[in-house]
């Protein structure tokens, strides 16, 4: 879900030392059956463990996880994963083990068992150990690299923006360079990365705990993880909850959450301009109030948008100029959370005033690194083929940039996948109704990288396995995230007592 959040483009795999290759052929699951034996973790403090993370409390411990680069060749070459815990601190209450599944692709668990782990443990009430890990590629885990420049590596080129006028040659051609490179430089270990193969780690690592079964708490493109893994192995999954969830549709997967972001970002710009045409912006700092009416700020941001198409704007980044694409993916980063709109505004009034000079964030003002890039394309293509053909993009981008203008026909463009070189190792997985029912999602109405139309499209798959607990709230992620007390309320009690909605429900903001 590409839903990757911008937090999502945070990645990592190294090919070093690994000597075998993936073989491109459509594979029965029961031939990844054998995983070879699994050895007991080692556990210690992280601040002294190989992953390097800080942890959140004295009490995070860390371990290193070996799991076969191809599960079809158990004995092979092995990769290494980051895991990190945290022990319940009432054992007398214990009832199992709560998975974090990171967002992304390209989420660090480890990292984020860090930042969560307190107030998650406060609402876990001792119920759970808590654990977590970084996904093949990722903060401590074996890593990979495409080597692309540094250009290809700016998020705004990483994703393909068309130009000013809708032209997509430039960025048909820098999708072809990226894949080319990938290609050229990713090896095994790049090919390795996928969501089945994710699926298959995260069961290898319950059998290093010694769980029978796992509960979870799935986020963002985890919950397309979480999802393909109660559909793989679902006698092993006890209280399952999926957070902001994208359509599973197994002939689009990645391609079709690209597609939703346009609607994502029409379902959240109100609140943003709610926000920036409230009087209240004025009394809080100077400038952040960008239009008397709500119903303004819409028209003010494209035409601006479209002025630094023509003329960019120096920024405080020498070398690199606010120009409308940044603009624009500056919003989509932004939609994310409330907590990033007084930013967005600055931006905006700077690149409005002559003599102002817009501070870019840093997520748009450096490339990523060489090895997050690479995840974020890799997961992503080779989960399922993409369409190459280059008249198709045309025309899908002219579409979608009459029917969505905020995103300017992005979404529906040809992303490195277009012209990825190696046929998937398999099928994507149908996510579909057979299985317990044991699992809770939860939704925000206007999601911006995960939008709600999507969410009821893994809805209707999981049929009666799943009940949907619907916010009126925007931005991305909501346990624990967003504020909202009846949200959060209904899944603490789910994952410490079991009780789950009758049916579908509704939580006002």
Same mark, same amino acid.
């Given at each position: 879900?590409?839903?990757?959040?911008?937090?999502?483009?945070?990645?990592?795999? %190294?090919?070093?030392?690994?000597?075998?290759?993936?073989?491109?052929?459509?594979?029965?699951?029961?031939?990844?059956?054998?995983?070879?034996?699994?050895?007991?973790?080692?556990?210690?403090?992280?601040?002294?463990?190989?992953?390097? =993370? !800080?942890?959140?409390?004295?009490?995070?411990?860390?371990?290193?996880?070996?799991?076969?680069?191809?599960?079809?060749?158990?004995?092979?070459?092995?990769?290494?994963?980051?895991?990190?815990?945290?022990?319940?601190?009432?054992?007398?209450?214990?009832?199992?083990?709560?998975?974090?599944? $990171?967002?992304? +692709?390209?989420?660090?668990?480890?990292?984020?068992?860090?930042?969560?782990?307190?107030?998650?443990?406060?609402?876990?009430?001792?119920?759970?150990?808590?654990?977590?890990?970084?996904?093949?590629?990722?903060?401590?885990?074996?890593?990979?690299?495409?080597?692309?420049?540094?250009?290809?590596?700016?998020? =705004?080129?990483? #994703?393909?923006?068309?130009?000013?006028?809708?032209?997509?040659?430039?960025?048909?051609?820098?999708?072809?360079?990226?894949?080319?490179?990938?290609? #050229?430089?990713?090896?095994?270990?790049?090919?390795?990365?996928?969501?089945?193969?994710?699926?298959?780690?995260?069961?290898?690592?319950?059998?290093?705990?010694?769980?029978?079964?796992?509960?979870?708490?799935?986020? %963002?493109?985890?919950?397309?993880?979480?999802?393909?893994?109660?559909?793989?192995?679902?006698? /092993?999954?006890?209280?399952?909850?999926?957070?902001?969830?994208?359509?599973?549709?197994? *002939?689009?997967?990645?391609?079709?959450?690209?597609?939703?972001?346009?609607?994502?970002?029409?379902?959240?710009?109100?609140?943003?301009?709610?926000?920036?045409?409230?009087?209240?912006?004025?009394?809080?700092? $100077?400038?952040?109030?960008?239009?008397?009416?709500?119903?303004?700020?819409?028209?003010?941001?494209?035409?601006?948008? *479209?002025?630094?198409?023509?003329?960019?704007?120096?920024?405080?980044?020498?070398?690199? $100029?606010?120009?409308?694409?940044?603009?624009?993916?500056?919003?989509?980063?932004?939609?994310?959370?409330?907590? %990033?709109? $007084?930013?967005?505004?600055?931006?905006?009034? !700077?690149?409005?005033?002559?003599?102002?000079?817009?501070?870019?964030? +840093?997520?748009?003002?450096?490339?990523?690194?060489?090895?997050?890039?690479?995840?974020?394309?890799?997961?992503?293509?080779?989960?399922?083929?993409?369409?190459?053909?280059?008249?198709?993009?045309?025309?899908? =981008?002219?579409?979608?940039?009459?029917? /969505?203008?905020?995103?300017?026909?992005?979404?529906?463009?040809?992303?490195?996948?277009?012209?990825?070189?190696?046929?998937?190792?398999?099928?994507?997985?149908?996510?579909?109704?057979?299985?317990?029912?044991?699992?809770?999602?939860?939704?925000?109405? @206007?999601? +911006?990288?995960? +939008?709600?139309?999507?969410?009821?499209?893994? @809805?209707?798959?999981?049929?009666?396995?799943?009940?949907?607990?619907?916010?009126? /709230?925007?931005? /991305? %992620?909501?346990?624990?995230?967003?504020?909202?007390?009846?949200?959060?309320?209904?899944?603490?009690?789910?994952?410490?007592?079991?009780?789950?909605?009758? #049916?579908?429900?509704?939580?006002?903001?």
């Amino acid at each position: 879900m590409t839903t990757y959040s911008r937090r999502a483009l945070v990645l990592a795999l %190294s090919a070093a030392g690994v000597a075998a290759t993936l073989t491109a052929v459509v594979t029965p699951e029961a031939a990844y059956a054998g995983a070879g034996a699994v050895p007991a973790l080692d556990w210690r403090p992280c601040a002294t463990a190989a992953s390097g =993370v !800080a942890a959140s409390a004295p009490a995070q411990e860390c371990a290193e996880l070996p799991v076969p680069l191809d599960y079809r060749d158990p004995y092979g070459p092995q990769l290494t994963l980051a895991v990190s815990r945290l022990r319940s601190e009432r054992p007398e209450a214990r009832r199992g083990t709560l998975l974090y599944i $990171p967002g992304g +692709p390209g989420g660090s668990g480890v990292r984020q068992l860090a930042q969560k782990g307190d107030a998650l443990r406060k609402a876990m009430a001792g119920a759970y150990d808590l654990v977590s890990f970084d996904p093949r590629g990722v903060g401590g885990s074996t890593k990979a690299s495409c080597d692309l420049d540094a250009e290809d590596r700016d998020l =705004v080129n990483l #994703r393909p923006w068309p130009g000013p006028d809708g032209d997509i040659t430039a960025s048909v051609a820098r999708s072809r360079r990226i894949a080319d490179a990938c290609a #050229r430089n990713g090896g095994p270990v790049l090919r390795s990365l996928t969501t089945a193969n994710e699926a298959r780690d995260i069961d290898r690592f319950r059998q290093a705990l010694g769980e029978e079964k796992l509960s979870a708490w799935g986020v %963002s493109y985890g919950t397309y993880v979480g999802a393909v893994y109660a559909q793989k192995y679902p006698r /092993h999954t006890d209280r399952w909850v999926l957070d902001s969830s994208g359509d599973p549709d197994p *002939a689009r997967v990645a391609r079709g959450w690209a597609a939703n972001m346009a609607v994502g970002a029409d379902d959240r710009f109100p609140d943003f301009a709610a926000w920036a045409a409230d009087p209240a912006r004025e009394d809080e700092e $100077p400038g952040l109030r960008l239009a008397e009416r709500a119903e303004d700020v819409r028209p003010l941001f494209l035409a601006l948008a *479209a002025k630094l198409d023509r003329e960019p704007k120096e920024s405080t980044t020498p070398g690199t $100029p606010l120009t409308g694409n940044r603009l624009r993916q500056a919003l989509q980063n932004a939609l994310y959370s409330d907590a %990033s709109f $007084p930013q967005l505004a600055r931006i905006i009034r !700077a690149a409005m005033d002559p003599a102002g000079k817009p501070v870019l964030p +840093p997520d748009l003002a450096q490339p990523l690194r060489d090895e997050d890039a690479a995840v974020t394309a890799a997961v992503i293509c080779n989960d399922v083929r993409w369409p190459g053909s280059v008249p198709a993009y045309e025309r899908a =981008v002219t579409a979608d940039r009459v029917r /969505h203008p905020l995103t300017a026909g992005m979404p529906a463009n040809a992303f490195a996948c277009s012209f990825w070189k190696d046929a998937p190792a398999e099928k994507p997985t149908r996510i579909t109704a057979e299985g317990p029912s044991n699992i809770l999602m939860i939704q925000n109405l @206007r999601d +911006p990288s995960t +939008p709600y139309s999507g969410a009821l499209k893994m @809805r209707e798959a999981l049929g009666d396995r799943a009940r949907l607990v619907t916010l009126d /709230h925007g931005g /991305h %992620s909501v346990y624990l995230g967003n504020g909202n007390a009846c949200g959060d309320r209904t899944v603490t009690e789910y994952l410490t007592t079991g009780r789950r909605p009758a #049916r579908d429900t509704y939580c006002a903001d």
